[in-house]
Nanobody, 124 residues
Framework: QVQLVESGGGLVQAGGSLRLSCVAS????????MGWFRQAPGKEREFVASISWRHGVTLYSDSVKGRFTISRDNAKNTVYLQMNSLKPEDTAVYYC?????????????????WGQGTQVTVSS
């Protein structure tokens, strides 16, 4: 069992930056592929970024590519999402997720564990 706790959300002006963190419980964090998803009001949860445990391969959605960076620190059981050049359309609840598979994935159905989410609001 893995428990995930996100932090770092908040209110920021357009063009600003935030860094989200997700701390995972358990001793096998290094063998989990991690992902970030987001859900805006009235919309489905969508993929943002993923990083594999093997080789640290990353995937990004087209909407955040070049602005967001996912990274992980296995010694701290933590995955990060650095968000730069934020836009009002980035406003959503951001969720951290973990999957046992070795490869990064955009499919939320492939993730086994989810955090409670952290709110990100970008004002125009």
């Amino acid at each position: 069992q893995v428990q995930l706790v996100e932090s770092g959300g908040g209110l920021v002006q357009a063009g600003g930056s935030l860094r989200l963190s997700c701390v995972a419980s358990g001793r096998t964090f290094s063998t989990y592929t991690m992902g970030w998803f987001r859900q805006a009001p009235g919309k489905e949860r969508e993929f943002v970024a993923s990083i594999s445990w093997r080789h640290g391969v990353t995937l990004y959605s087209d909407s955040v590519k070049g602005r967001f960076t996912i990274s992980r620190d296995n010694a701290k059981n933590t995955v990060y999402l650095q968000m730069n050049s934020l836009k009002p359309e980035d406003t959503a609840v951001y969720y951290c997720a973990a999957r046992r598979g070795a490869y990064a994935s955009t499919d939320r159905a492939e993730y086994d564990y989810w955090g409670q989410g952290t709110q990100v609001t970008v004002s125009s």
